[in-house]
């Protein structure tokens, strides 16, 4: 553990600026969105728009390319601009990462297809609710199947990258992940409680 703490730069500025990203990106929308659920126009003002569906999209579409895109390059600059660990610079490491990269990748998408694109990507915060709970493929795996996925992506390209600041970051990613759940999780029970209770009344 000494021997890989060593080769990791913590006072590098990419570093800084990576773990900065990761942080942001979970801890973003679940706050914030928490702070202003009761009043959606002003977060949907944010992003220049209004409260249409079509809007709404356009919403979700600029929080994305923000928030994720960002934290991908600012992790893959990071890695890059720090040394290769020699002790996983070796074919099993290389296979393993591979093999968690499949995973991951599987994981996202399959989570991507069950759930839509607004379905993913927060349209719930801007009020495009989904029909009901989805409990197929991966959700009838593992609970925050798409966290989970990008996390075992981003280990997969430490791991192929022999990158020991790479494995850093990754763990700060799941443990970010894992405090993002804890908000994220009754938030959006809360949410769809409140239109259950709406139709009851309507």
Same mark, same amino acid.
């Given at each position: 553990? $000494?021997?890989?703490l060593k080769l990791i /730069? @913590?006072? +590098?500025?990419? @570093?800084?600026?990576? #773990?900065? !990203?990761?942080?942001? =990106?979970?801890?973003?929308? =679940? *706050?914030?969105? &928490?702070?202003?659920?009761? =009043?959606?126009?002003?977060?949907?003002? &944010?992003?220049?728009?209004?409260?249409?569906?079509?809007?709404? @999209?356009?919403? &979700?579409?600029? *929080?994305?390319?923000?928030? +994720?895109?960002?934290?991908?390059? &600012?992790?893959?600059?990071?890695?890059?601009?720090?040394?290769?660990? $020699?002790?996983? /610079?070796?074919?099993?490491?290389?296979?393993?990462?591979?093999?968690?990269?499949?995973?991951?990748? #599987? *994981?996202?998408?399959?989570?991507?297809?069950?759930l839509g694109f607004t379905?993913? @990507?927060?349209? +719930?915060?801007?009020?495009?609710?989904? +029909?009901?709970?989805?409990? %197929?493929?991966?959700?009838?795996?593992? $609970? =925050?199947?798409?966290?989970?996925?990008?996390?075992?992506?981003?280990?997969?390209? !430490? *791991?192929?990258?022999?990158?020991? %600041?790479?494995?850093?970051l990754t763990a700060t990613?799941?443990? %970010?992940?894992? #405090? !993002?759940?804890?908000? $994220?999780?009754?938030?959006?029970?809360?949410?769809?409680?409140?239109?259950?209770?709406?139709?009851?009344?309507?």
């Amino acid at each position: 553990m $000494e021997s890989l703490l060593k080769l990791i /730069n @913590f006072y +590098d500025t990419s @570093f800084f600026i990576a #773990v900065m !990203a990761i942080i942001f =990106n979970p801890l973003f929308w =679940n *706050l914030q969105s &928490c702070g202003w659920k009761k =009043n959606k126009r002003k977060y949907s003002r &944010c992003f220049g728009s209004d409260q249409s569906s079509n809007k709404s @999209f356009s919403d &979700c579409s600029k *929080l994305w390319v923000i928030v +994720d895109v960002l934290t991908k390059h &600012c992790m893959t600059i990071a890695m890059k601009a720090q040394p290769r660990w $020699e002790l996983m /610079n070796r074919a099993e490491v290389f296979y393993a990462g591979t093999a968690l990269i499949v995973a991951g990748t #599987v *994981l996202v998408v399959s989570s991507f297809l069950a759930l839509g694109f607004t379905g993913t @990507f927060l349209g +719930d915060y801007f009020g495009i609710l989904l +029909d009901e709970k989805v409990t %197929v493929f991966p959700f009838n795996v593992m $609970e =925050n199947p798409m966290y989970w996925g990008s996390t075992a992506n981003y280990l997969g390209l !430490a *791991l192929i990258g022999a990158s020991p %600041v790479g494995l850093i970051l990754t763990a700060t990613v799941a443990a %970010v992940y894992k #405090v !993002a759940i804890q908000f $994220e999780g009754p938030f959006t029970a809360q949410i769809y409680r409140e239109r259950s209770q709406s139709r009851k009344h309507e």
